[in-house]
């Protein structure tokens, strides 16, 4: 079985958890890259219909 001292062990081991800040801010940097992306996708279908 696993005692508590392994339990404890195995806990301070673990990464920090991430505030809710940080959070907020990765989310908002994940929607500019999607955006970015779409603009791209966007201006290239633009080119293929002129063409």
């Known amino acids: 079985t696993v005692d508590v001292e392994e ?3 195995i806990h ?3 990464p920090t958890r991430l ?3 940080e959070i907020e801010v990765a989310r ?3 929607q500019n890259v999607e955006k970015e992306e779409q603009y ?5 279908l633009k080119q293929k219909k002129g063409t």
């Open 7 to 9: 339990i404890m062990r």
């Open 12 to 14: 301070k081991s673990l």
């Open 19 to 21: 505030g809710l800040e």
């Open 28 to 30: 908002a940097i994940i």
């Open 40 to 44: 791209q996708v966007e201006a290239i």
